[in-house]
């Protein structure tokens, strides 16, 4: 039976895409393809000390053996790598140490977006960094929070002024070989975020990263690194958008995340890249590799992500909790609609002695899309009273969608504990009218219901991203008949 | 003139592409007035309940159905609400995630700005639920739960009723709220719908037994059959349905 609610609930459409505008810059940008010489540029180009190029060249050789991952539950055309730019930059000098020097058209982008970049916006709290194709073109509080110790830079910059570091801690927790996408990112990666905080240091900003894919045909691989010292306590937030072009484009990111003893790590993301056309024309390629290691005792990984955007979302943020007593947690919500397809989950692996796991995931799919959580639950022998608690909610809209839910776990040991709990909904017609009955409107009915489907996830979101979260929801799932 | 609330006349009404489940039939609730509707199962008493407010599954194939003046047929279940017409569930819906305390203030500031009047901060708005949850004696930490998650029957039913003292309907249409209740919970909704009533509104109540009519005595009783109401009387015909059952039906109508 066809209702007005019924039809309405097929036919959410996605309100037009507000980040899909282009920024006309002038650019220096690589041809397309792929090659060791290509690789040699982007160090140069880097001005990189040798170590770096060497990590790329290796990663680039592991790279050449191995093929791409075919175990998604994922459909689409192979991904041509030869056709694809990997470094693109904008031509005018990159302000790095006053918002005066970036250029006027990239300062009027990230207004556009409504990302705090000018200083005026430290009394919210936060401090961002900005990554415009393949460099950062701003970062905001850098000195501020140098006085207490703390690096926030890009990469690039970190690399040259704290190589140490980042010979210690990069591919310590991805190693170049461990997927497809790792390899290719570790040769070719042109920035992304450095964060060390040190030891018994809470950050007292949220420190940000906005990472805007511009040019046409640009792939964009960064490469984070986020490193919290004994003691010590950080909350980082990362935003992602995109023009909309007709082609697919590639976006393969790695984020590494170290916890010392006693430290913590809260990582939101809120993702929203352009997601195709209704039909499925268009849109990013999202092949991202997050891992945190909970190296110290004690120690605390959080994980929380809003996924909505995308043509292709292959992302599970994981947590190796090495130290005894050290946590790790993973929630998140994940939106498709229309033609996308998400398959997207966590890995828990559990090493150390009384280590602890949280897993709450929520699937929302509507349209045509596809939604699968995958996600693995490892405790090893060592784990000595380790325990997880997996909560899996999918929610259909319409009858034309597909949500899928793939758990691995493995236990060894019988002081383990693990609790799988997994549910499927769908927004009920009789829960619509019932709200509709108190006089809510249709749309805000549901608006409402997929709130409350995704309150556990958003109440980890800081500050005021709940809310943005919540209004990022419904303009995905506007009802584009009434 | 004492005001016409719900006028409904020859009203034909079918599950879309389903039969034809009311057939011909005629109503007129005055402000002031509880009428009781009884009737034996498939008789389209929940039917009607959901044609009046609007429920996207049912057509109306002929008839009207007036409400304040209004042509119900021509508003949204929502806007329907917002006028003043209130359904009392049989089986209210559970909402996860979904503070009770926030649906409620959505639900009455939804009516509020439907009217052009200010919404209620949350400050104001606790105080007008405080009054009303005193009315069905009912604890405050009832407010902080999910929207019906998880609620015992009886909790839903007395939820269904403080919905309707906060919103202050001028119809109310109560769809069997008295099954599944224990006596405490049926004195306590007896005692919200009293506290409802007033000579300026209506109230509707779709009920299968007598012992709700004890405590709330309605002005006329109404037997549905077969999508009609065949019998019409004071409170005493209830008395003698349940007595007798509805084979006096047959006896009467013969």
């Known amino acids: 039976m066809e209702t007005k609610s019924s039809s309405i609930l097929e036919n959410l459409n ?10 006309e810059l002038e650019t220096d940008s690589f041809p397309k393809g792929l090659s060791e010489e290509v690789i040699n540029r982007i160090s140069r180009i880097k001005n990189e000390p040798e170590f770096m190029l060497e990590f790329r060249l290796k990663a680039y050789k592991a790279f050449l053996k191995m093929t791409e991952p075919e175990w998604a539950l994922l459909n689409y055309p192979k991904i041509d790598l030869q056709d694809v730019i990997y470094y693109s930059a904008p031509k005018k000098k990159i302000g790095k140490n006053s918002l005066e020097e970036v250029d006027p058209e990239i300062l009027k982008t990230y207004e556009k977006l409504g990302i705090p970049i000018g200083e005026q916006k430290r009394l919210e709290g936060i401090a961002v960094d900005a990554i415009f194709d393949s460099v950062s ?22 690399i040259q002024e704290h190589p140490e570091l980042i010979k210690k801690y990069i591919g310590s927790v991805v190693p170049h070989t461990d997927n497809y996408f790792t390899a290719l990112n570790s040769a070719v990666f042109s920035d992304g975020t450095f964060i060390y905080i040190p030891p018994n240091t809470k950050c007292p900003l949220e420190l940000s990263t906005n990472f805007r894919i511009n040019t046409k045909g640009s792939g964009q691989f960064e490469r984070t690194l986020i490193i919290c ?18 082609e697919n484009q590639l976006h393969a990111a790695v984020v590494e995340l170290v916890t010392l003893d006693n430290s913590e790590i809260k990582y939101s993301t809120v993702q929203n890249w352009y997601a195709g056309d209704e039909n499925g024309k268009g ?19 959080s994980w929380t992500q809003v996924e909505t955007g995308s043509a292709i979302t292959w992302k599970y943020p994981s947590c190796i909790l090495l ?21 997207t989950g966590t890995k828990m692996i559990h090493i150390g ?59 060894e040991g019988d002081s383990n504990r693990v609790e799988h709990e997994a549910s499927t909904s769908k927004i009920s017609e009789e829960q619509l009218f019932y709200l509709q009955q108190r006089g809510i409107s249709l749309e805000s009915a549901i608006a409402l219901i997929i709130s409350g489907f995704c309150k556990d996830v958003f109440k980890e979101l800081p500050g005021e991203f709940a809310a943005e979260a919540n209004q990022l929801m419904s303009l995905k799932l506007e009802n584009s008949v009434g | 003139m004492t005001e016409t609330i719900l006028e409904v006349k020859n009203l034909e009404a ?22 009781a509707i009884m009737g034996p199962n498939g008789s389209g008493k929940s039917t009607l309940s959901k044609i009046l407010s609007g429920h996207p599954a049912y057509k109306v194939s002929s008839g009207s159905m007036n409400f304040l003046g209004r042509d119900l047929n021509e508003l949204e279940a929502n806007e329907r609400a917002n006028l003043g017409l209130f359904l009392a569930f049989q089986y209210p819906l559970e909402i996860a995630g ?7 203030r959505m639900a009455y500031n939804s009516k509020q700005k439907y009217h052009g009047l200010e919404e209620a901060d949350p400050l104001d708005f606790d105080d007008l639920v405080e009054s009303k949850l005193e009315i069905l004696s009912m604890k405050n930490d009832f407010l902080n739960r999910n929207l019906n998650e998880g609620f015992s029957g009886g909790e839903k039913k007395k939820n269904e009723i403080l919905q309707m003292l906060i919103l202050e309907p001028k119809l109310v249409v109560l769809d069997e709220i008295d099954s599944g209740l224990d006596i405490d919970a049926l004195k306590a909704v007896a005692n919200g719908i009293n506290a409802y009533k007033n000579t300026g509104n209506g109230v509707l109540m779709i009920t299968h037994y007598q012992r709700l009519l004890d405590y709330v005595v309605p002005d006329q009783v109404h037997v549905l059959s077969e999508g009609r109401i065949v019998l019409s009387g004071k409170a005493d015909l209830a008395l003698e349905l349940e007595k007798k059952g509805y084979d006096i039906l047959n006896a009467k109508l013969s």
Not at chain 1, 14 to 23: D, L, V
Not at chain 2, 14 to 35: F, Q, S
């Open chain 2, 14 to 35: 079918n599950l879309e592409d389903g039969d034809k489940i009311l057939k011909g039939l005629n109503l007129t609730i005055k402000a002031g007035e509880v009428h």
């Open chain 1, 283 to 301: 849109g990013i390629y999202n092949f991202v590799t997050k891992r945190g290691k909970c190296a110290g005792k004690n120690s605390k990984i």
């Open chain 1, 14 to 23: 996605s309100q037009e895409y507000k980040y899909g505008f282009t920024t």
């Open chain 2, 98 to 104: 979904v503070n009770n305390l926030e649906f409620l």
């Open chain 1, 137 to 158: 073109v701003a970062n905001t509080h850098k000195k501020a929070l140098a006085e207490i110790g703390i690096i926030f830079c890009s990469i690039s910059e970190a």
């Open chain 1, 229 to 246: 010292d004994d003691n010590s306590y950080v909350s980082y937030l990362e935003g992602c958008t995109a023009p909309a072009f007709d």
């Open chain 1, 353 to 411: 002695k009384n280590t602890k796991s949280t897993i709450i995931s929520k699937g929302i799919s509507a349209g045509k899309s596809s939604n699968t959580y995958r996600g693995l639950v490892k405790m090893g022998e060592r784990a000595k009273g380790a325990r997880n608690y997996t909560q899996c909610d999918s929610m259909l809209i319409g009858s034309h969608c597909r949500a899928s839910t793939v758990p691995y776990i493995e236990v």
């Open chain 1, 323 to 343: 130290g005894d007593n050290s946590i790790g947690e993973f929630y998140s919500v994940a939106l498709t609609n229309n033609m996308q397809q998400a398959d």
